[in-house]
T-cell receptor, first 119, second 112 residues
């Protein structure tokens, strides 16, 4: 149980185009989903937190107009990288959980990641 | 602001050795701490989650301990195997919605 999928697993796009990445919780409903970015040999950095039916909360330094997040249902969140540039090339990982504010104790379940390469 | 540090950054050992990976965090007011494994180019696999009320958790050859007061956790790997080669990350929830703050990881290489 607690499986999270991401699609696509890898994508190559040209500079200036937009790319959409999907994150799905397959066997549970996730009230909250998280999007992380990981550069080579670095750790995961949280980009934004999304809750179903409301606007995402972005971390400091993350451009909300560039990284559009839509959490349309309790099982699906999408990240769209708009007008992608080579510096956006990274490994993007989502996670899903049943976390609520101050609930504590809940595990997050991670997707397999999406490798984005912008040429 | 919560900060998570992992030591060592990299470790190379022969097969069969017992290992200790260290994780420290600056804000001891945590709900839990998780250890993850990440293979190259892959996502994260949750290994162990320790609740703030617990002192340790065990799964097979893995044992994780938590000392909240000192802001430290250790991951003990017994009888290491080449298949244990991966990056090990620890993470703690911070702020609302339990967003996770990750350490930089320990890259482990176990050679035959």
């Amino acid at each position: 149980g607690a499986v999270v999928s991401q699609h696509p697993s890898w994508v190559i796009c040209k500079s200036g185009t937009s790319v959409k990445i999907e994150c799905r919780s397959l066997d549970f409903q996730a009230t909250t989903m998280f999007w992380y970015r990981q550069f080579p040999k670095q750790s995961l950095m949280l980009m934004a937190t999304s809750n179903e039916g409301s606007k995402a909360t972005y971390e400091q330094g993350v451009e909300k107009d560039k990284f559009l997040i839509n959490h349309a249902s309790l099982t699906l969140s999408t990240l769209t990288v708009t007008s992608a540039h080579p510096e956006d090339s990274s490994f993007y990982i989502c996670s899903a959980g049943l976390a609520a504010i101050h609930s504590g104790g809940d595990e997050q379940y991670f997707g397999p990641g999406t490798r984005l390469t912008v040429t | 602001k919560q900060e998570v540090t992992q030591i060592p950054a990299a470790l190379s050992v022969p097969e069969g050795e017992n290992l200790v990976l260290n994780c420290s965090f600056t804000d001891s007011a945590i709900y839990n701490l998780q250890w993850f494994r990440q293979d190259p180019g892959k996502g994260l696999t949750s290994l162990l989650l320790i609740q703030s009320s617990q002192r340790e958790q065990t799964s097979g050859r893995l044992n994780a301990s938590l000392d909240k007061s000192s802001g430290r956790s250790t991951l003990y790997i017994a009888a290491s195997q080449p298949g244990d080669s991966a990056t090990y990350l620890c993470a703690v929830p911070s702020g609302g919605y339990n967003k996770l703050i990750f350490g930089a990881g320990t890259r482990l290489a176990v050679h035959p």
